[in-house]
């Protein structure tokens, strides 16, 4: 059974930074890309940033380019989000997505992934 467990979530100040962990189970980071979305009230789940299956590429959203890095930890099958200079706009529930059957590149659409975890919150306020 294919299972996602995100952490790691708080509360931060603006330009605060925050580590996020994404650790799978059921499969390995090689079966599968992983994506980060977020969700914030009332708004749309967006794509924050992916990585490919065996890590040889990733994606990263706009708005985050610069301030939000991912990166995978084979041995302990986790993807982890460094997320520096955060803004009060961060603040969302955010996820973790995996796609066993998404091949090259990953993708930041929602529809790309059908493997969910059940989210963590990071609030970004003074």
């Known amino acids: 059974q294919l299972q996602l467990v995100e952490s790691g979530g708080g509360l931060v100040q603006p330009g605060g930074s925050l580590i996020l962990s994404c650790e799978v189970s059921?499969?390995?980071?090689?079966?599968?890309?992983i994506g980060w979305f977020r969700q914030a009230p009332g708004k749309q789940r967006e794509g924050v940033s992916c990585?490919?299956?065996?890590?040889?590429?990733?994606n990263y959203a706009d708005s985050v380019k610069g301030r939000f890095t991912i990166s995978r930890d084979n041995a302990k099958n986790t993807v982890y989000l460094q997320m520096n200079s955060l803004k009060p706009e961060d603040t969302a529930v955010y996820y973790c997505?995996?796609?066993?059957?998404?091949?090259?590149?990953?993708?930041?659409?929602?529809?790309?992934?059908?493997?969910w975890g059940q989210g963590t919150q990071v609030t970004v306020s003074s």
């Open positions: 997505g995996a796609n066993p059957r998404l091949f090259g590149l990953c993708v930041l659409r929602q529809t790309g992934y059908n493997y």
């Open positions: 990585i490919s299956r065996r890590g040889g590429s990733t």
């Open positions: 059921g499969f390995t980071l090689d079966d599968s890309p």
